[in-house]
C-alpha cells in the first residue's frame, strides 16, 4: 500500500513537472533567442528521403548540410581542407518538352515530333538529376551559427558514476569517450543498437566539464535504449527525440539538477506540437520511473 501511495504521488509530480515543461516550450518558442535559431534553419535545404539516406550512409553525424557555396554566401563559413564532400543527387531544372518531358539537347536525339512551341518558349521542369557534392557543420568553420542553450546545470555530484551503473542494471552498455576522441560531429550523445561484447543497446556521450548536463545526455540516450531499441522509422524521429527529452528533464528534476534547457530542445523537435509530450506522457512516466528506482536501487 505504501509503495501504492508513493507510486501516485510520483505519478502525480511527473504529471505537473510535464505541464510545466510544455509551459516552458511555449516560452522558448516566443523568446527572441528561439526566432533568430529558426530564421538560420529555415535557410537550409529540406532534403528528400532519398537524399536524407545518402546523408546518413556517408556521414552517419551529420547535422546541418549545405553546399560549398551556399556554406560560403549564406553563411559566411569555409569547408575545411582534405574534408571529403557527401554525395547527393541534385535535381536538374530545365527547359522540358511538353510531350516529351526530356530537355531541349535529349528532345533533338529522341524520336518526339512535338514542335508546337520553340524550346525557348517551353516551361521549366524536372528532367533528371545529378551528383551534388554536400558537406555538414562539423566540416565547415568561420561565424559560428545560433545555438540553442539547452545545457543542464546544478550539483550533480557523483549522479555521472550513479547512472552509469544504473544504465549496466537497465541492459544498456555505457562509455563515456574524451572529448578529444569523440568521432560524432555536434552531437552531444548517440544511441546504437547493439554492442559486439554483449548484444545490448551501446550509448556513447561525449565527456564534458559540465557533471550536470553530461548526466542529462546519459539519461536522454539511455531513454532511446529502454523506449526506441527496436525502432527504426525515420518519420517518428522527432518524437522520440521528445520522448528521450522529456524523460531527461523529469530524470534531472528528480536528482535536483535544473533541465530548464530542455524546453529549448523539445521547441527545436517539436516546434509545431509541444502537446506530444502530453500525449506521450505514459511512456515518458514509466521510462523516468524505471530510471530513478534503478538508481535509488
Keep these: 500500500e505504501e509503495t501504492d501511495t508513493r507510486d501516485d504521488e510520483m505519478n502525480s509530480t511527473i504529471e505537473q513537472w510535464i505541464d510545466e515543461l510544455v509551459a516552458g516550450v511555449d516560452d522558448a518558442q516566443a523568446s527572441e533567442e528561439f526566432q533568430e535559431w529558426l ?93 551534388a557534392p554536400v558537406f555538414d557543420v562539423s566540416q565547415t568553420e568561420g561565424e559560428p551559427l545560433p545555438d540553442l542553450d539547452t545545457q543542464a546545470t546544478g550539483d550533480a555530484g557523483d549522479l555521472v558514476e550513479q547512472l552509469t551503473a544504473a544504465a549496466d542494471e537497465l541492459g544498456v552498455t555505457v562509455r563515456i569517450v574524451p572529448a578529444e576522441e569523440w568521432t560524432h560531429g555536434e552531437a552531444k550523445g548517440i544511441c546504437e543498437h547493439l554492442s559486439l561484447v554483449d548484444m545490448q543497446p551501446r550509448v556513447e556521450v561525449q565527456d564534458r566539464e559540465n557533471d550536470a548536463d553530461l548526466a542529462r545526455t546519459l539519461v536522454h540516450e539511455c531513454a532511446h535504449a529502454l523506449l526506441h531499441f527496436d525502432v527504426d522509422d525515420d518519420t517518428e524521429r522527432s518524437k522520440r527525440e521528445v520522448e528521450a527529452e522529456a524523460v531527461a528533464y523529469v530524470v534531472g528534476r528528480y536528482c535536483g539538477l535544473d533541465t530548464s534547457g530542455s524546453a529549448f530542445y523539445l521547441a527545436a523537435w517539436e516546434s509545431d506540437d509541444p502537446e506530444v509530450v502530453r500525449e506521450r506522457l505514459g511512456r515518458i512516466s514509466t521510462t523516468a520511473e524505471k530510471i530513478v528506482e534503478t538508481l535509488e536501487n
Aim: contains cysteine; negative net charge.
Design 39 to 131: 530564421d538560420v534553419q529555415s535557410r537550409f535545404h529540406d532534403y528528400s528521403y532519398r537524399n536524407t539516406l545518402l546523408i546518413k550512409q556517408q556521414y552517419p553525424e551529420a547535422t546541418r548540410v549545405a553546399g560549398y557555396r551556399t556554406w560560403q554566401e549564406e553563411f559566411d563559413r569555409h569547408v575545411q581542407e582534405g574534408e571529403s564532400a557527401i554525395w547527393i543527387w541534385a535535381p536538374i531544372i530545365t527547359k522540358q518538352c511538353p510531350e516529351c518531358e526530356n530537355s531541349p539537347s535529349y528532345h533533338e536525339d529522341s524520336d518526339c515530333e512535338y514542335d508546337e512551341k520553340p524550346p525557348e518558349e517551353w516551361s521549366e521542369g524536372l528532367v533528371g538529376f545529378k551528383p
